[in-house]
């Protein structure tokens, strides 16, 4: 009987009290962005962090490393020839800004054409060809 008593002692208090309340969406999403960047897609569909060999329209092939904080390293043969931060608007344009004085935010329009060739083109008209390597 006092197993029973105590039960429903429980069973009533635990009713009387209420839930925590929900988080509204904007805390949720204030969170979420304050803690974890968020994914972005290159222009071949995956996520736009990882390693790419990009080949100028010139023959150089440069390593570029797109890191999930929003920097980036471009090396040459295993040498450091830029850095900076990196912004993918939309898998269709990926911008920069080179780590420099004064550098300002430019924008290469990416594509992958239907033989699955990537290219990006540079504000100057340049045009290289893209492969993921790693990502």
């Known amino acids: 009987m006092k197993r029973i008593i105590l039960i429903a002692a429980l069973v009533t208090v635990s009713a ?3 839930p925590a309340p929900a988080p509204t969406p904007s805390q949720t999403t204030t969170e979420a962005s304050s ?4 994914q972005t897609l290159a222009a071949d569909g995956k996520p736009s962090v990882g390693t790419y060999k990009v080949t100028t329209s010139d023959g150089k092939i440069v390593t570029e490393v797109a890191n999930a904080d929003g920097t980036y390293v471009d090396t040459i043969d295993g040498k450091v020839v830029e850095t900076g931060k990196w912004e993918q608007k939309s898998p269709e344009q990926y911008c920069y ?5 004064g550098a300002k935010q430019k924008c290469n329009v990416e594509r992958v054409d239907e033989k699955g060739v990537w290219t990006t083109k540079d504000p100057e008209g340049k045009i290289a060809t893209v492969e993921r390597v790693k990502g």
Request: hydrophobic share 15%; glycine share 0%.
């Open 35 to 38: 803690t974890v960047p968020a």
């Open 97 to 101: 800004t080179k780590d420099e004085p």
């Open 16 to 18: 009387c009290s209420k």
